[in-house]
C-alpha cells in the first residue's frame, strides 16, 4: 500500500520568500530545464504525453520516433485500427487505455476542434484520456502558455520544500501558482523534475550535495521526507 502522506504546514508568505531564494539556484543548476519528449507540434505533444503515463521519456521517443511517421495527422490515428494502435505502441506499457484515448482524443480533436488541438485547459481536458496534468504539459510545452504540470516529483519536492502542504495534485497546482511568478511555473516544474532525479530522490535524497539545500526546511531531516 502507498505510504500516507505526512501532514504538514505551510506558511504562504514564507514559501514565496523561499521560492525567491531557490529559484536562481535551480535556475543555474538547470538551464536547459524543458521536456525531454520529442515533438513537432501540439498534437505529437499531445501524443507523446499520453504515451508517457507509467513510461520512460526515452522509451516514448524511441515509439513515437516510428509511429509519428506512420500516423501524421490525427485523421490517421482516429481511422487506424485499435489493435495495429496497441501493437505499435505496446512497448511504453497500458497500450491498450493509451491507444483507447489517443484515437478518441483525435477523433473529438477532428470532430470538435477542426483537426487542431485546443490551446485552452478547459478544451483540453475535454478530450478523452487527457487529465489536467497532461493538459498543463501540452499547454506549456507545446503553446509556451504557463502551466504548471504536477508529476511525482513535483508534489514530492514541493512538499519537502514547503512549497505546498498538498499532495493531491491540483491543489498543489494552485498552491504554486499563488506563490510562483507566471513566467517560471513550465520552467519551474522541469527544473524540479531534475532535480529529483538527481539530488531529491523519493527514498535517499541526496541533501549533502543538494545546492539548495541551505533553504530547504526537509534537508538532512528523513522525518520531513
Ligand atoms: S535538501 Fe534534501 S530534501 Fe531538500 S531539496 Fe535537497 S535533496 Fe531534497
Given at each position: ?5 505526512t ?72 481511422k ?35 483537426g ?7 478544451d ?78 523519493a ?23
Amino acid at each position: 500500500m502507498a505510504k500516507k502522506a505526512t501532514k504538514i504546514k505551510v506558511n504562504k508568505a514564507e514559501a514565496a520568500k523561499r521560492v525567491k531564494k531557490i529559484w536562481p539556484i535551480l535556475e543555474t543548476t538547470y538551464p536547459d530545464a524543458k521536456s525531454a519528449l520529442n515533438f513537432r507540434n501540439p498534437f505529437q505533444m499531445l501524443i507523446s504525453t499520453i504515451l508517457s503515463a507509467q513510461c520512460t521519456d526515452a522509451r516514448v521517443n524511441m515509439v513515437t520516433s516510428k509511429v509519428f511517421k506512420k500516423y501524421k495527422s490525427p485523421a490517421d490515428w482516429a481511422k487506424a485500427d485499435l489493435k495495429d494502435i496497441e501493437s505499435d505502441i505496446r512497448s511504453t506499457g497500458f497500450y491498450h487505455n493509451k491507444a483507447v484515448s489517443i484515437k478518441n482524443a483525435s477523433k473529438a480533436i477532428i470532430e470538435k476542434f477542426d483537426g487542431s488541438v485546443p490551446d485552452t485547459l478547459e478544451d483540453l481536458v475535454t478530450l478523452p484520456g487527457v487529465g489536467r496534468k497532461t493538459a498543463n504539459v501540452v499547454l506549456g510545452n507545446a503553446f509556451g502558455k504557463p502551466a504548471i504540470a504536477c508529476d511525482t516529483h513535483v508534489i514530492r519536492l514541493s512538499r519537502r520544500l514547503r512549497l505546498s502542504e498538498n499532495s493531491d495534485p491540483v491543489k498543489l497546482e494552485f498552491d504554486l501558482a499563488e506563490i510562483l511568478p507566471e513566467r517560471i511555473w513550465t520552467v519551474f516544474s522541469h527544473s524540479l523534475i531534475l532535480h529529483g532525479r538527481k539530488y531529491c530522490r523519493a527514498r535517499k535524497p541526496d541533501c549533502a550535495n543538494c545546492p539548495i539545500s541551505g533553504y530547504c526546511p526537509a534537508a538532512n531531516n528523513p522525518d520531513l521526507w
